[in-house]
């Protein structure tokens, strides 16, 4: 007798592609903050040494997109805004966040729709933390 097998939807970690592409995405965000002179201002918010932010944001990323969720279990009632406390978050850094979001996850070469979906929710984020469109 074949088992029933479980069926659920597959969630936006596993679409995209799991924690390689979610680490894809992390290196080449920080790799443009720390590059490109278009995120100047984004930059100088950052200590020196990006590492421990990388892997952070990887962490962050893995569980906001639905796969394990370390992050959050380690860092019990966090959420992005309180992380964040303390950090002035203007709207030229939060512009800056958004762009180098988006342009990193649409050349981490993940589906192109989910992308844009994902890259527009998480451009959000940062727009709101930046004060954008209250």
């Given at each position: ?81 309180s ?5 002035t ?15 990193a ?30």
């Amino acid at each position: 007798m074949e088992q029933a097998r479980e069926t659920r939807p597959r969630t936006a970690y596993e679409l995209l592609g799991g924690k390689p592409m979610v680490g894809r995405i992390v290196d080449r965000f920080y790799d443009l903050m720390d590059q490109d002179p278009a995120y100047t201002e984004l930059r100088a918010l950052h200590a020196p040494d990006l590492a421990p932010m990388r892997g952070s944001l990887a962490g962050f990323l893995v569980a906001w997109l639905g796969g394990p969720r370390d992050w959050f279990e380690e860092r019990p009632g966090m959420c992005m805004m309180s992380a964040h406390r303390g950090v002035t978050m203007t709207e030229p850094a939060a512009r800056q966040w958004a762009d180098a979001m988006t342009r990193a996850v649409h050349d981490a070469d993940a589906d192109p729709a989910l992308a844009e979906g994902v890259a527009q929710a998480l451009a959000g984020m940062a727009l709101n933390m930046g004060g954008v469109g209250r």
